[in-house]
């Protein structure tokens, strides 16, 4: 994890993103419909639908010139190409993303995802599928790369917390099998 943006850069970015279309969306587990506990939006290229959790449908908007000037600069600083990026935005305390790995076929086989911290720093931790979690802090303006690989052996989540905490936004850059580019 590295901090890529400075922080008027960070600033100028989350302003952005607190303007782009935000979704409460609903997921179904064993049977029963709840919100999705954060906002989510999507932007990507045409045709990169996204279903992850067999449930939730996420269709892309076009990008926004900072969304797609920010994905360019990612793949020169790491070299793996994006088609959608997916932003969650982390309301309050309760707002979380539990246990799980981006694994959802769309993305094709062994997928690298990068993902930028924007705001309010919350804790992000990683475990191989039997072992225990490793805390990163993200801050504001940093990246973090999930290589391919990380998906099939490794789990990761945003827990609830009791700390006192406003909003952050997180927005992970993914590639797609389907679309144009
Ligand atoms: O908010 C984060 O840092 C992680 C988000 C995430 O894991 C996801 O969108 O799949
Ligand atoms: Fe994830």
Known sequence: MWTVLNHEQANSLYQHCLKLEWQQNQIRIAGKTMPVPRLECIYGDAGCDYLYSNSVFLKPLTWTDALDNLRDRITALIGYK????????????????????DNEPSMGFNPAI?????????????????????????EHGSLLVMHPGCQSTHLHQVPKTNKVVSTRINLTFRPHTGGKR
């Open 82 to 101: 994006f088609r959608i990026v997916i932003g969650n935005q982390y309301r309050s305390a309760q707002d979380s993303i539990g246990w799980h790995a």
């Open 114 to 138: 990068a993902s930028i911290s924007l705001g309010c720093v919350r804790k992000f931790q990683i475990k191989p599928k039997d072992g225990k979690p490793t805390d990163f802090w993200l």
